[in-house]
C-alpha cells in the first residue's frame, strides 16, 4: 500500500453516536504516520449536507446509522442533491459486523470502502484513508477523461457544421474575387463618365471586405481541420524570439513581456504563419484578462508526455513534445466560461470588439498539428495556456510547382453550382483552354463517353449532391479512362490531408476560393505529368 503525501487531513466523522465519533479521532491520532487532521463531526445527513454546501473533505467517515437516515439513504440523499463537494469527497462506510449485503450497497452508491467498527485498529483506519482516497481519485480521472470524450465529440459536431458555412461560403466569396477583377478590366478597356479613380476606390473597399470575409473562412477552417498546414522545420526558441516586438506590440505598455527559452532548443515542424498567429491570439486574449496592467510569461520545455497523461487525455498520443506555456497574472476565467472558450464564435465580448474565432482558431492549429492545447486558470490569480507540438524526428521534403503554358487544350468542368461552374469556365478561357461543361457527374460522364479523345483534363468539385460525387466519378473515370487528368476543387480540404479519400492517380486539390494564377498553375502540373 502507498503511503499518502498529504498534510492535515480535513476529516469528516459521521454517526449517531458520539462515543463512535469520539474513537474514530482517537484511532487516526494513534496511527503510526506523521500526518496533521481536522476534524469535524456530524449526526445527521442534514447537517452533512449543510458542512458540504461550503466546503470538502479529504475523506468521510460515514456510520451505517445517523440519527435522520441510514448510511445508504444517506448516499442517495447527497447523490441526489448534486452537491459538487460531496462528489468530491471519498467516502468510508462504518458498520457492525453481519451487515455485508448493506456495505456491497454502499460501495455501488459511491462509497470507496468499508469497515467494521468493532475491528478496527490505527493501522486499519490508516490503510482504509488511504485506499479510499486513491480509490477516488481513480474514478475522478475516469469522469474526466470521460468528459473530454464527450467534449471532443461535441466539438466535432460544431466542427461539422462550421465546415458546412466555410464550404458555401467560400463559392460566393470566389464569385466575389473575379466579378471585381473582371468589373476592374472593363472600366480600364472603355471609355466612362465616372473617373476609373473612383470607381477603383470602392472596388479596393469591396475586395477589402471579400478578402476579410476569406480570412475568416480560413480561421474558421484551421478550427475544423480542413485547411492544410505548411509545415517547416523550425527552432521554437527562435520562432519567439523573432516574435517579440510583434507580442510586446500586441501587449502595450502596461504589460511587460517575459520569455523563458529552452536550454535544448525544441526542433519542431510547424507552419510558421499559422504558429504566429496561434501565439499574438493568447496573447490578446491574455492582454484583454490584464485590463490594469501586469505580466505576461512565455515558457518553452521539452516534455514527454507520458501515457498517464495522456490516458485523462484520450486523444494526444505519447511521446516528446515541445511546450509553449502562455500565462498571465489577470483575472481568470471561471469554470462556466472556460469550457466553452475554444467553441467558434464564443465570446464574453461585445461583437464589435472580437469575432470569437481566436482561441478556436489555436486549439484548431494544435490539433492539426498532431499536437495538444489546454488551459489552467484560477479566478483571480491568471491563466495558463499550454501549447504542444511534436519534436521532429526528420526533416521533410518539400515539393516544387512548375510551371507550364496552355497549348490547345479542353477542359471538362462538372460541378453543380451554375455561377461556380461558369467562372471556371471564364478563368480557363482566360488562360487560353476551351472548355465543356456538365452540372453533375452523370452528365459528366456522358460527355466523356462521347468525346474522351478530345478531353485533356476534368476540373470538378468534390463535394456534390446526389448519389454520385466528385470522388466517386473520379473513380469511374480512372477505371474506363486510366489516363485522364482530374483536378478536384472544393470549400473543403480535408482530403488533402487524409489521401486515401482520393482515387489513385490525383495529384492536386484546388482551394477556393482560388485565382486564376493558381488554377493555371495547378493545371500545368498535371498536364506536364
Not at 448534486?82 to 462509497?111: C, H, I, W, Y
Not at 475491528?119 to 481513480?138: C, D, F, V, Y
Request: hydrophobic share 40%.
Amino acid at each position: 500500500m502507498k503511503s499518502l503525501h498529504y498534510k492535515n487531513l480535513d476529516l469528516l466523522v459521521a454517526d449517531v453516536s458520539p462515543k463512535v465519533r469520539f474513537d474514530i479521532k482517537e484511532l487516526f491520532l494513534a496511527a503510526p504516520v506523521a500526518l496533521g487532521y481536522q476534524f469535524e463531526e456530524a449526526h445527521s445527513a442534514h447537517q452533512i449536507a449543510e458542512l458540504m454546501d461550503t466546503r470538502k473533505f479529504d475523506c468521510i467517515f460515514l456510520g451505517a446509522a445517523l440519527s435522520d437516515m441510514s448510511a445508504i439513504e444517506t448516499l442517495k440523499y447527497l447523490s441526489a442533491k448534486s452537491q459538487k463537494n460531496f462528489l468530491l469527497s471519498p467516502v468510508v462506510v462504518m458498520a457492525d459486523t453481519g451487515t455485508e449485503a448493506t456495505m456491497l450497497e454502499a460501495l455501488r452508491q459511491g462509497a470507496q470502502d468499508y469497515l467494521y467498527k468493532n475491528s478496527m485498529t490505527p493501522q486499519g483506519i490508516h490503510a482504509a484513508l488511504i485506499k479510499a482516497r486513491e480509490l477516488h481519485e481513480l474514478r475522478i480521472s475516469r469522469l474526466q477523461a470521460s468528459e473530454e470524450i464527450h467534449n471532443a465529440r461535441k466539438m466535432e459536431a460544431v466542427a461539422q457544421l462550421t465546415s458546412g458555412i466555410a464550404h458555401d461560403f467560400n463559392a460566393i466569396i470566389s464569385q466575389i474575387f473575379e466579378n471585381i477583377r473582371q468589373i476592374r478590366t472593363d472600366l480600364e478597356s472603355t471609355a466612362s463618365g465616372i473617373p476609373v479613380s473612383e470607381i477603383s476606390k470602392r472596388l479596393d473597399t469591396m475586395e477589402a471586405a471579400s478578402r476579410k470575409g476569406a480570412d475568416m473562412i480560413r480561421r474558421l477552417m484551421i478550427y475544423t481541420r480542413q485547411t492544410p498546414l505548411e509545415p517547416e522545420k523550425a527552432d521554437i526558441n527562435k520562432t519567439i524570439q523573432h516574435m517579440k516586438d510583434l507580442i510586446e506590440n500586441v501587449l502595450g505598455k502596461d504589460i511587460a513581456l517575459e520569455i523563458k527559452s529552452c536550454p535544448t532548443p525544441p526542433i519542431v515542424f510547424l507552419d510558421e504563419l499559422e504558429f504566429t498567429n496561434t501565439i499574438l491570439n493568447l496573447a490578446i486574449n491574455a492582454r484583454e484578462a490584464m485590463p490594469e496592467g501586469g505580466t505576461l510569461t512565455i515558457e518553452i520545455e521539452n516534455v514527454l508526455l507520458d501515457e498517464a497523461y495522456t490516458q485523462r487525455h484520450p486523444h494526444v498520443t505519447p511521446g516528446p513534445y515541445a511546450m509553449i506555456a502562455i500565462s498571465d497574472t489577470g483575472m481568470g476565467i471561471p469554470p462556466n466560461i472556460k469550457k466553452r472558450i475554444f467553441e467558434p464564435f464564443f465570446t464574453t465580448k461585445k461583437a464589435a470588439y472580437r469575432a470569437g474565432l481566436g482561441l478556436s482558431m489555436a486549439y484548431g492549429f494544435a490539433q492539426q498539428s498532431k499536437g495538444h492545447l489546454n488551459v489552467y486558470s484560477e479566478e483571480g490569480r491568471g491563466t495558463v495556456f499550454r501549447l504542444y507540438i511534436p519534436l521532429a524526428e526528420a526533416e521533410q521534403p518539400i515539393e516544387e510547382f512548375t510551371f507550364q503554358q496552355a497549348e490547345d487544350k479542353t477542359i471538362l468542368v462538372v460541378d453543380d453550382d451554375e455561377d461556380m461552374r461558369t467562372l471556371a469556365a471564364r478563368m480557363l478561357h482566360k488562360l487560353g483552354y476551351r472548355t465543356l461543361q456538365a452540372p453533375n457527374a452523370y452528365i459528366a460522364m456522358e460527355i466523356l463517353d462521347d468525346r474522351n479523345d478530345t478531353i485533356d483534363l476534368v476540373l470538378t468539385d468534390i463535394h456534390m449532391p446526389g448519389d454520385l460525387s466528385g470522388t466517386q466519378m473520379a473513380e469511374k473515370i480512372r477505371r474506363k479512362y486510366p489516363d485522364k487528368k482530374i483536378l478536384f476543387t472544393s470549400g473543403y480540404t480535408e482530403e488533402m490531408a487524409t489521401k486515401e479519400y482520393f482515387p489513385s492517380g490525383v495529384d492536386i486539390v484546388l482551394s477556393k476560393p482560388f485565382k486564376k494564377a493558381q488554377l493555371a498553375e495547378c493545371i500545368s502540373r498535371l498536364l506536364k505529368n
